[in-house]
């Protein structure tokens, strides 16, 4: 363990760790080839009989956003069971049994990504223990969500990394078409993906890191008949919404109001040189050989001194 630049060695005989795992009190789970291991602050104890958890090699381990944690037992090319404890509990319960998945899907801040939908249990595997208001939603590839609705995955039957919208999620990878997709030439390992504090996405793979970030811009359509060399003023209100005078003929320029992301026409038709709002909170544009004066829904044109 590495805690505040010291490392502690603590063994133990866990085998290969395939994921860790953190409750509310600080309590460390681990996820190994040997089963399932907890760490209380002082040493590393394995789960057994007499937690009612199953032996077998645990290949995922996690907390979802309720505090319950779950677990994956079995082999890494095998059906899985699904395994779940209460907070406050020392007893683990069965949510399915022979399931044909590989992992779960992350939220962001690495917890278990749930849905009401109960995993499929084949004929042969046992029922549940009881019916239960969330399950989490497991996957055969990579998956995660990061802080802007994305989906990351990595198929298990192709190479490469895309990214969907959050409401594509279910059957993502039936849907991962390049209609709705961002494709990528990244293979990430499997416990090599993070989306930090500011929401920038991390994957590892053999040629090394990979960041991926969200500008914090957004870019503004307006109806096509407006040329793409063009001089913009802009100004804007108290409700969340801008005027922009956009025109690629200084002297005539449409004007738009912009509220949502959606560009209204609005008349009259001013120039490019000029928008402002007064301390009476009214607005000014220049128009050509005036000014418009915007008074709550009226343009009122006031003009200039002829030279």
């Known amino acids: ?3 505040k630049g010291r490392v502690t060695n603590y063994a133990s005989e866990t085998g290969s760790v395939y994921g860790f795992a953190q409750d509310r009190d600080g309590i460390v789970w681990a996820g190994t080839s040997s089963g399932l291991w907890r760490f209380d602050h002082s040493g590393w104890q394995h789960i057994g009989v007499e937690w009612n958890a199953p032996a077998g090699r645990v290949t995922q381990v996690g907390f979802d956003s309720e505090g319950i944690l779950w677990a994956l037992v079995g082999g890494l090319d095998t059906t899985k069971d699904l395994i779940y404890l209460r907070s406050g509990t020392r007893h683990f319960k069965t949510a399915g049994s022979n399931l044909s998945v590989d992992g779960f899907t992350w939220e962001p801040d690495r917890t ?3 849905s009401p939908v109960a995993p499929h249990v084949s004929d042969s595997g046992k029922g549940a223990d009881e019916r ?3 399950y989490p939603v497991t996957t055969r590839s990579m998956q995660m969500v990061d802080r802007n609705d994305g989906v990351w995955i990595s198929p298990a039957d192709k ?5 969907l919208p959050k409401d594509s999620l279910r059957d993502v990878e039936n849907k991962a078409s390049p209609a709705i ?3 990528y030439n990244i293979n990430p390992f499997q416990m090599a993906q993070l989306v930090d504090r500011e929401g920038n996405i991390w994957f590892g793979d053999t040629r090394g890191i990979h960041r991926f970030f969200y500008t914090p811009l957004i870019r ?12 913009f003023a802009v100004v804007a209100d108290d409700n969340g919404a801008v005027w922009i005078s956009f025109g690629s003929d200084y002297l005539k ?3 738009y109001h912009v509220l949502g992301g959606k560009a209204e026409r609005r008349l009259p038709q001013v120039t490019s040189f000029f928008a402002y709002r007064a301390p009476d909170k009214t607005f000014w544009f220049s128009g050509e050989h005036c ?4 008074v709550g829904d009226d343009f009122v044109r006031v003009d200039l001194p002829r030279k």
């Not at 190479?159 to 990214?163: E, F």
């Not at 000014?291 to 915007?294: E, F, K, P, Q, S």
């Open 1 to 3: 363990m590495l805690d």
């Open 112 to 114: 278990v990504l749930t």
């Open 132 to 134: 239960l208001p969330a």
């Open 159 to 163: 190479p490469g990394l895309m990214r």
């Open 181 to 183: 997709s961002e494709t």
């Open 220 to 231: 503004q359509e307006f109806p096509k008949e407006t040329s793409e060399s063009a001089d």
């Open 253 to 255: 320029a449409n004007l």
């Open 291 to 294: 000014l418009w004066h915007l």
